[in-house]
């Protein structure tokens, strides 16, 4: 049977043979030296290579769901991309909420989404964000309005949103954010593993704990870092998976009722898109892997270089590298997802996520080929990234200085102030 994501392998081997991706870092200086670490906001797209990536794969044939905010689809930076958004939503007791709107309340679903498939269109005479995946398809569901505030008051919609997102064929579905456990919205993630879907959930910006959805099983919980690699107290859990880039990200700002600025963000939303979007483009150009193998892939390479799997509580399995994921055909490791865990108060439960309800537990390590999630022993080569990085800013400390003042007066012109809090809500 002919799939999407057979057609865009089709496209991606057509292409594949322009560039041979190979070792090169995840996360460095980008080409030509750059006065500010940050690259105008940009430096998660230059510092790990997109331009090359994107030689062999874009994303396309991929969708992938972002649950969260309402959203400004008419942002610039959004014209031309492949974004669909849900109709008005009506609420149980009648109350009908607008999945779009131009209101600040969009900023984070719009910055979700930009940083997935943004066009790098100029806002305010500057270049604008730019898409991981620019390529594949986003759909967006509005399931709160940030602050811990639902949608539709006491009946969050992030089951029937999941269930939406699988049944209109999302392949990976994004969660930036923390919420509220139900079990409804448990058995809601189980039927999208069963239905071959990957689903993505950002750890907490704080180092409290994780909160749900990162608490669930089999999901994927992201950190972010910075570009040096540093993580403002992170969060230190058996359940983080990896650590992606996530601080200074460049977003469209909103100010005195206009998009028309940019300001630059920071937070595990962010770092949670972008593995989303990196997800995607390895998918698209694997598309014969499985979901449970997509997730393999992207445990066992992280960093630079092959390693032994090794991860720790602080670093998970390590930093995300596309180019790195790029080298290993997914379908090469076991079709079993190796953040499944079983065990009283595990939700969703596992027989439940398998279908084989009292038919036995999760397979062992030496079965999924992975370490079990109590802390082991990382991989020094999965650190390699952010490493590089930060030998980098050791030699431009004298131009990041003149950078800070020079950054500080464009947000000035600009708009919101930097550094505004993507997570959670």
Same mark, same amino acid.
């Given at each position: 049977?002919?799939?999407?994501?057979?057609?865009?392998?089709?496209?991606?081997?057509?292409?594949?043979?322009?560039?041979?991706?190979?070792?090169?870092?995840?996360?460095?200086?980008? !080409?030509?030296?750059?006065?500010?670490?940050?690259?105008?906001?940009?430096?998660?797209?230059?510092?790990?290579?997109?331009?090359? &990536?994107?030689?062999?794969?874009?994303?396309?044939?991929?969708?992938?769901?972002?649950?969260?905010?309402?959203?400004?689809?008419?942002?610039?930076?959004?014209?031309?991309?492949?974004?669909?958004?849900?109709?008005?939503?009506?609420?149980?007791?009648?109350?009908?909420?607008?999945?779009?709107?131009?209101?600040?309340?969009?900023?984070?679903?719009?910055?979700?989404?930009?940083?997935?498939?943004?066009?790098?269109?100029?806002?305010?005479?500057?270049?604008?964000?730019?898409?991981?995946?620019?390529?594949?398809?986003?759909?967006?569901?509005?399931?709160?309005?940030?602050?811990?505030?639902?949608?539709?008051?006491?009946?969050?919609?992030?089951?029937?949103?999941?269930?939406?997102?699988?049944?209109?064929?999302?392949?990976?579905?994004?969660?930036?954010?923390?919420?509220?456990?139900?079990?409804?919205? !448990?058995?809601?993630?189980?039927?999208?593993?069963?239905?071959?879907? &990957?689903?993505?959930?950002?750890?907490?910006?704080?180092?409290?704990?994780?909160?749900?959805?990162?608490?669930?099983?089999?999901?994927?919980?992201?950190?972010?870092?910075?570009?040096?690699?540093?993580?403002?107290?992170? &969060?230190?859990?058996?359940?983080?998976?990896?650590?992606?880039?996530?601080?200074?990200?460049?977003?469209?700002?909103?100010?005195?009722?206009?998009?028309?600025?940019?300001?630059?963000?920071?937070?595990?939303?962010?770092?949670? !898109?972008?593995?989303?979007?990196?997800?995607?483009?390895?998918?698209?150009?694997?598309?014969?892997?499985?979901?449970?193998?997509?997730?393999?892939?992207?445990?066992?390479?992280?960093?630079?270089?092959?390693?032994?799997?090794?991860?720790?509580?602080?670093?998970?399995?390590?930093?995300?590298?596309?180019?790195?994921?790029?080298?290993?055909?997914?379908?090469?490791?076991?079709?079993?997802?190796?953040?499944?865990?079983?065990?009283?108060?595990?939700?969703?439960?596992?027989?439940?996520?398998?279908?084989?309800?009292?038919?036995?537990?999760?397979?062992?390590?030496?079965?999924?080929?992975?370490?079990?999630?109590?802390?082991?022993?990382?991989?020094?080569?999965?650190?390699?990234?952010?490493?590089?990085?930060?030998?980098? &800013?050791?030699?431009?400390?004298?131009?990041?200085?003149?950078?800070?003042?020079?950054?500080?007066?464009?947000?000035?012109?600009?708009?919101?102030?930097?550094?505004?809090?993507?997570?959670?809500?």
């Amino acid at each position: 049977m002919v799939t999407r994501r057979s057609q865009a392998r089709a496209r991606a081997l057509a292409v594949g043979a322009v560039l041979g991706i190979g070792s090169v870092l995840a996360l460095g200086a980008s !080409a030509g030296g750059v006065t500010d670490l940050t690259d105008g906001g940009l430096w998660y797209y230059t510092s790990t290579h997109m331009d090359e &990536v994107h030689q062999r794969t874009t994303g396309e044939g991929i969708t992938i769901a972002v649950l969260d905010t309402p959203i400004n689809p008419d942002l610039a930076t959004l014209q031309g991309a492949a974004l669909q958004t849900e109709p008005d939503i009506t609420c149980p007791d009648g109350t009908v909420v607008a999945s779009t709107t131009t209101e600040d309340i969009a900023k984070h679903a719009s910055g979700m989404v930009e940083i997935i498939i943004g066009n790098g269109a100029d806002i305010g005479g500057r270049p604008g964000p730019r898409g991981i995946a620019p390529d594949a398809t986003v759909l967006h569901f509005a399931v709160n309005n940030g602050a811990d505030t639902v949608i539709c008051e006491r009946s969050p919609r992030d089951a029937e949103a999941i269930r939406a997102a699988v049944a209109e064929g999302a392949d990976i579905i994004n969660m930036s954010y923390s919420g509220t456990f139900s079990e409804d919205m !448990a058995s809601a993630i189980a039927e999208a593993y069963r239905a071959g879907v &990957v689903v993505v959930t950002a750890a907490p910006n704080y180092g409290t704990g994780m909160n749900w959805p990162a608490l669930a099983n089999g999901v994927i919980t992201v950190e972010e870092a910075d570009a040096s690699q540093n993580m403002d107290d992170p &969060v230190v859990d058996p359940l983080l998976t990896v650590v992606a880039p996530g601080s200074d990200f460049l977003s469209t700002g909103f100010a005195d009722g206009a998009w028309d600025g940019t300001t630059l963000t920071y937070g595990t939303s962010n770092a949670t !898109a972008f593995t989303s979007a990196a997800l995607a483009l390895v998918w698209s150009a694997y598309p014969d892997a499985t979901a449970n193998q997509l997730i393999q892939t992207l445990i066992r390479n992280t960093g630079t270089s092959d390693h032994e799997l090794g991860r720790d509580n602080r670093l998970g399995y390590g930093f995300v590298s596309v180019p790195h994921m790029l080298e290993h055909d997914p379908a090469e490791y076991p079709d079993v997802n190796p953040l499944l865990r079983d065990g009283e108060d595990v939700w969703p439960p596992l027989a439940e996520v398998t279908g084989d309800a009292g038919q036995g537990s999760q397979p062992s390590a030496d079965a999924t080929g992975t370490a079990p999630v109590d802390e082991v022993s990382p991989s020094p080569v999965a650190l390699l990234p952010f490493i590089a990085a930060g030998l980098a &800013v050791i030699g431009t400390v004298v131009a990041v200085i003149v950078a800070s003042t020079r950054k500080n007066r464009r947000q000035q012109a600009n708009g919101p102030p930097p550094n505004q809090h993507h997570q959670g809500m």
